[in-house]
């Protein structure tokens, strides 16, 4: 029998994996914050009428912005089903897993995830990307797993809380750091391009429509992304020293 599937949260992101989730699942989807009509309509969902529904299936994707986990995962608790498996989707992994191993039942498998792409960069198909995997309850980490990568065809890396958001603090919170401060520059209407240049755009407009809170997330609740800032802009100075030196010197010499 197929199994259930509950996801809490349908924002830019959990509307984007429903297209990838709901063949293989019974989908019922929870959002207080909108309409569901459309997406029910679209991908053919049950729409939970209200949190208690959702959380009650064989599988629960908490899909909501990490400020909301706490207090998400207290009101769930009482409702899950003992062998339910829980994931998260969050862009940090060490306090959504510390949340989840704090709030929810011992009688629940926990994996916490974070898929390495999003509506942009999986437009085309999601085949081949990256998901970050954390094991942190229960044994249905194997299962999990063999999903992601044979019926999802997704490259699983792995990891632990820890060292995903070590490795995450330079590749997520220095990258979107840096194109929102060339989305603020504003520099899109450039014609004499280079193919670095292209890269780099490319880069910035995957990130461009990504949510503030997701932002904020990734900036604000990552413990290492001040280290990795720290480092950063002591480098952008230290490079910007060397080059107003080098300026003067060539002044003088003139």
């Not at 459309?38 to 529904?53: D, F, K, S, W």
């Not at 330079?170 to 670095?196: C, E, F, M, N, P």
């Not at 952008?236 to 080059?243: I, P």
Request: charge should be negative; include cysteine.
């Amino acid at each position: 029998m197929t199994k259930s599937l509950g996801l809490i949260g349908c924002g830019a992101f959990g509307t984007f994996m429903l297209r990838h989730l709901a063949p293989f699942f019974r989908v019922r989807v929870f959002d207080r914050f909108r309409d569901l009509d459309g997406i029910r309509q679209t991908y053919n969902v049950e729409i939970a009428a209200t949190l208690e529904t959702a959380c009650t299936a064989d599988i629960v994707v908490l899909a909501v912005p990490v400020q909301q986990l706490d207090e998400l995962t207290v009101a769930i608790a009482p409702h899950l089903r003992p062998g339910a498996i829980i994931l998260d989707v969050a862009s940090v992994k060490l306090k959504p897993a510390a949340i989840l191993a704090r709030n929810l039942p011992a009688n629940v498998d926990i994996v916490c995830t974070h898929p390495l792409f999003g509506p942009q960069s999986g437009k085309n198909g999601i085949a081949g990307l990256n998901i970050a995997v954390c094991p942190l309850r229960g044994q249905s980490y194997a299962c999990v797993v063999a999903f992601l990568r044979e019926r999802l065809g997704l490259k699983v890396i792995e990891t632990t809380a820890e060292r995903h958001d070590r490795e995450l603090a330079y590749v997520q919170g220095l990258t979107h750091l840096i194109a929102k401060i060339l989305v603020q520059i504003d520099v899109s209407d450039i014609k004499q391009t280079t193919r670095t240049w292209e890269l780099l755009m490319q880069s910035v407009e995957i990130v461009r429509y990504d949510s503030e809170e997701l932002f904020q997330a990734i900036e604000s609740e990552n413990p290492y992304v001040g280290e990795a800032k720290t480092r950063f802009f002591d480098a952008a100075r230290a490079l910007e020293a060397r080059l107003s030196n080098h300026a003067a010197d060539n002044g003088e010499a003139g």
